[in-house]
């Protein structure tokens, strides 16, 4: 089961573009470490001062934070979404599926994250 997102981000959308699809989209940010028809497990890095670009996740997942700045956090309006105080780092936390996103790391260290992706 997946959580209410928080407020003001986006919900996925079935039948969004494949092109969206976050290790299509933000490449730069999102490395299949290990991919089946199971999971996807993803290396989540967005590096100091970087803005992601837009895309999704279909899938629930599973995240964990290794190495955690503070982000900012854009729907697909181009809105600033509160998230709320983040977990610590190492704490694994759910996430439902999310539509359009970025976030803005304004940093001066990088995100560092693992995603394990449930399919189906």
Do not use: C, Q
């Not at 996807?40 to 995240?63: D, I, M, N, Q, Y």
Request: aromatic content about 8%; hydrophobic content about 35%.
């Amino acid at each position: 089961m997946s959580p209410d997102p928080p407020k003001g981000t986006s919900p996925y959308v079935p039948g969004t573009p494949d092109e969206l699809d976050a290790v299509i989209a933000a490449p730069d940010n999102h490395e299949v470490l290990i991919e089946n028809e199971h999971v996807r497990v993803l290396r989540v890095l967005v590096r100091a001062g970087e803005v992601e670009k837009k895309h999704t996740h279909k899938w629930p997942s599973v995240f964990t934070i290794t190495k955690r700045p503070k982000i900012k956090y854009f729907n697909e309006k181009d809105e600033e979404v509160a998230l709320g105080p983040p977990p610590d780092e190492g704490t694994p936390f759910w996430l439902g599926p999310e539509g359009v996103h970025w976030v803005v790391n304004p940093a001066g260290f990088d995100l560092e994250a693992i995603r394990i992706e449930l399919k189906g």
